[in-house]
């Protein structure tokens, strides 16, 4: 699969809000509210009076809560979510020595997210831009140290491509015996955090080719 720039995935999640009649409005908040804002803002992208189903609706019952996932087990478990079945998700489970998924969040204009089980720990993570992409580097650095707060439940790093050079990713991370529905949070957040970060960043970056 080609690498493409998270910018590309801003650009078609874009179009798609725009599609379904939502507009854009910004709004400052304290950073300890930035969890919350991203909840109501997903609420809000609702009809007025439309009702959400209750997380623990999402697909596995509560007795496999105490067991640590497996890569096979997840891609069963979220095959059967509300969200894969109205199209919202698309789901791969990648064959290897350590399986892993690919979930391509349609809604996010195809953003690709991988998830990998490890022992007793969940992660999840988005690829971003390469490091030769940032304008300074230096700069970036300190300005992600100091803003991280303001995208809840993901973290910013750097790792090596897969075709080689570094790039910046963001990911989060959460229990192996996590609820399912506390992994669809978590895939959902990330998700938009994503779209958020290369908005927010997108001053520091190259125009991409």
Same mark, same amino acid.
Not at 87 to 106: A, F, Y
Not at 119 to 142: H, K, M, S, T, Y
């Given at each position: ?25 910004? =709004?400052? !908040?304290?950073?300890?509210?930035? $969890?919350? /804002?991203? =909840? ?10 439309? =009702? ?20 096979? %087990? &997840?891609?069963? +478990?979220?095959?059967?979510?509300e969200?894969a079945? +109205? %199209?919202?998700?698309? &789901? ?8 892993? &998924? ?8 195809? &953003?690709? /997210?991988?998830?990998a089980?490890?022992? *007793?720990?969940? !992660?999840?993570? +988005?690829?971003?831009?390469?490091? $030769? ?10 300005? !992600? ?21 570094e ?9 192996? +015996?996590?609820?399912?529905s ?5 895939i959902?957040m ?8 290369? *908005? ?6 190259? /125009?991409?080719?």
């Open positions: 699969m080609e690498a493409k720039s998270s910018a590309y995935y801003q650009r078609r999640h874009r179009e798609r809000l725009r599609e379904k009649g939502l507009v854009k409005k910004e =709004v400052w !908040v304290l950073p300890e509210y930035a $969890e919350e /804002l991203a =909840v109501t803002e997903r609420r809000m992208r609702q009809p007025r009076g439309a =009702v959400s189903l209750p997380a623990h609706n999402l697909g596995r019952s509560d007795v496999n809560e105490a067991k640590l996932w497996t890569a096979t %087990g &997840l891609y069963e +478990a979220l095959s059967a979510t969200q079945a +109205a %199209g919202g998700i698309g &789901l791969e489970l990648l064959e290897g020595v350590e399986p892993s &998924l690919l979930i391509t969040m349609h809604e996010y204009g195809d &953003l690709p /997210l991988f998830l089980v490890g022992g *007793e720990q969940i !992660v999840v993570e +988005a690829l971003l831009w390469p490091v $030769e992409q940032v304008l300074d580097p230096d700069r970036f650095n300190r300005e !992600v140290l100091r803003t991280h707060k303001l995208f809840p439940l993901s973290m910013i790093g750097i790792q090596a491509g897969v075709e080689g050079g790039h910046y990713i963001m990911f989060g991370s959460l229990s192996g +015996a996590s609820t399912l506390d992994i669809v949070f978590e959902e990330l998700a938009d955090n994503v779209i958020k970060a290369t *908005e927010a960043y997108e001053p520091h970056l190259q /125009l991409a080719a």
